[in-house]
């Protein structure tokens, strides 16, 4: 009870994106085509079957409740394997310092070495507050990038610094994170987490599920 009014203020700040985006991105389709690709990370690549049950999830890479939704969902994809398949949409809530930058390090190493996209999402969030605003206070934005390149760098290996570097000059990577911002918006995405089941919201957004959750929701899809 204690998180509404702050739950309302979030509630309200995802009705004025929303406002936003449906008011402008019509008359701009011009200006920000649709994108080429569909957005989105698929989980072990495990791309979604006419029969499976289909999951997505917005995460903002440095947001704690991102984090803490992370173990039981990973869980609950372990135990359903294939039957169950989830695509993460990077969430950059512009109230959390760097999540832009974090976001778009999520594209960059996607692009250079797709299997590895979903280790940096997990070190991030085991490594949090190191990119929080706090500890990046003094430092300037080049700084917060070349920062979060050589952490890229170090977890993921296999990808040089420098090509993780210039990744953030790629205006293609630039591009890709706006996209999957602007895609939770059009979805009516507001906070993080926020998830879907078969294209359904649920009522629990904002909030962590442990596996029992998860277990309560997914069971009844697959064996009803």
């Not at 296999?158 to 790629?170: H, I, V």
Request: hydrophobic share 40%.
């Amino acid at each position: 009870m204690e998180v509404r009014p702050k739950m309302m203020t979030v509630f309200g700040f995802g009705l004025v994106l929303g406002f936003i985006v449906l008011t402008f991105v019509p008359a701009g389709y011009g200006q920000v085509p649709i994108p080429t690709r569909q957005d989105g990370f698929w989980y072990e690549e495990r791309v979604a079957g006419v029969d499976s049950v289909v999951i997505e999830a917005f995460f903002d890479p440095v947001c704690p409740d991102s984090r803490d939704s992370w173990p039981p969902l990973k869980q609950a994809l372990s135990n359903y394997g294939s039957r169950v398949s989830l695509v993460v949409h990077p969430f950059a809530l512009p109230y959390h310092d760097n999540a832009f930058v974090c976001s778009r390090a999520l594209h960059v190493v996607n692009g250079l070495n797709s299997s590895a996209t979903f280790q940096l999402l997990e070190s991030f969030f085991h490594h949090q507050e190191g990119f929080y605003g706090k500890a990046t206070f003094n430092l300037s934005r080049a700084s917060v990038v070349d920062k979060v390149a050589k952490f890229a760098a170090k977890t993921v290996g296999g990808s040089s610094y420098t090509q993780l570097k210039s990744g953030f000059t790629d205006t293609k990577t630039d591009h890709a994170t706006r996209i999957s911002f602007k895609y939770g918006c059009v979805k009516g995405v507001y906070g993080t987490p926020f998830f879907f089941v078969n294209g359904f919201p649920l009522p629990d957004d904002g909030s962590t599920l442990d596996y029992k959750k998860w277990k309560s929701i997914i069971d009844p899809l697959l064996f009803a």
